[in-house]
């Protein structure tokens, strides 16, 4: 799993893929991406304010359920 960061110029709303909640994104987003790059989806900025260790954790969580394998 890997994060990948891009610029952003479109204000639309999103779901996180960590806590499910509507955002809307801002001037970068934060995307979680498979080792192959496919993208499984943007991180809310209430989320990333956490930090990356508890991130990861809950993706390992939600890896773990196969949450994650359906979205790719």
């Known amino acids: 799993m890997q994060f990948a960061i891009e610029c ?15 955002f ?4 970068a987003r934060l995307i979680v991406c498979s080792n192959q790059g496919d993208s499984y989806g943007d991180v809310c900025p209430v989320c990333m304010a956490r930090g990356g260790s508890w991130i990861g954790s809950q993706l390992r969580r ?8 359906e979205r790719a």
């Open 24 to 27: 809307e994104m801002g001037a």
């Open 8 to 22: 952003n110029t479109l204000k639309k709303q999103q779901i996180c893929l960590v806590c499910n909640h509507s």
């Open 62 to 69: 939600i890896q773990g359920d196969g949450y994650l394998e």
